[in-house]
């Protein structure tokens, strides 16, 4: 069965350090990759997305995420966290289930900002 | 004002207590979907429609039921078949099909039971 995997369930940072969230799966055909994030209190929003072209995908808030077919992985970057970014992420693959696009969601990684 | 709504905010179930979780949709997509969200778990499919008058078991649809009878609502139920309901519950739409689906999420339900 395909699966996603977050490697880790809780990062802390201070402010304006480098992040990297890491995020693979399992599954050797063709895929959608997106990151999606949860701020305290709110929806689970999109982050950024990769469908195909570029590996190099950048999404809102100074987010990117690289997609690396060799390694089954699409791990997220921002180069200078805020204390605004302290939310859970998660990372999810588009695969194709019974002529729908399934979408699977890995267990995500909560990201805790010191000022 | 385009989205995904989601009603009651909070809700409580007694033991034996079947409850309705509200979702509507104005975004005019074809595909509704439910995910249970539990800490550390991520999120997980319980049901969902490509279509009005169509629904398809998820990955976890034991104890819940849904129905489909318009484009904008996707209700679920959750029964007291549901031997842990205590979860935070999340809908979802998108345009369906496509090589480039993508679903956007609304503001959740968070179910307790008492």
């Known amino acids: 069965a395909q699966s996603v995997s977050q490697h880790n369930h809780h990062v802390i940072l201070s402010e304006a350090a480098s992040l990297e969230l890491g995020c693979n799966y399992s599954?050797?055909?063709?895929?959608?990759l997106f990151w999606y994030v949860q701020y305290p209190g709110q929806h689970l929003q999109l982050l950024l997305k990769y469908f195909s072209g570029d590996p190099l995908v950048k999404g809102i808030k100074g987010f990117e995420a690289e997609f690396i077919k060799s390694k089954f992985s699409f791990n997220l970057r921002k180069p200078s966290v805020q204390w605004s970014d302290t939310a859970e992420y998660f990372c999810a693959v588009t695969s194709i289930s019974g002529g729908y696009n399934k979408l699977i969601f890995g267990a995500g990684t909560r990201l805790a900002v010191h000022p | 004002d385009g989205g995904i709504t989601q009603s009651p905010k909070y809700l409580f179930r007694k033991e034996g207590q079947n409850v309705t979780l509200s979702c509507e949709q104005n975004?005019?997509?074809?595909?509704m979907y439910w995910y249970r969200q539990d800490p550390g778990q991520g999120l997980r499919l319980i049901y969902y429609s490509q279509i009005v008058n169509d629904f398809q078991k998820g990955d976890i649809a034991e104890g819940y039921s849904v129905s489909r009878e318009k484009k904008e609502s996707f209700p679920l139920t959750v029964t007291s078949a549901q031997k842990n309901p205590t979860a935070f519950y999340l809908c979802a739409s998108s345009v369906a099909g496509g090589s480039q689906e993508t679903q956007y999420f609304g503001p959740g339900t968070r179910l307790l039971v008492l």
């Open positions: 599954y050797g055909g063709t895929v959608n």
């Open positions: 975004l005019n997509h074809d595909a």
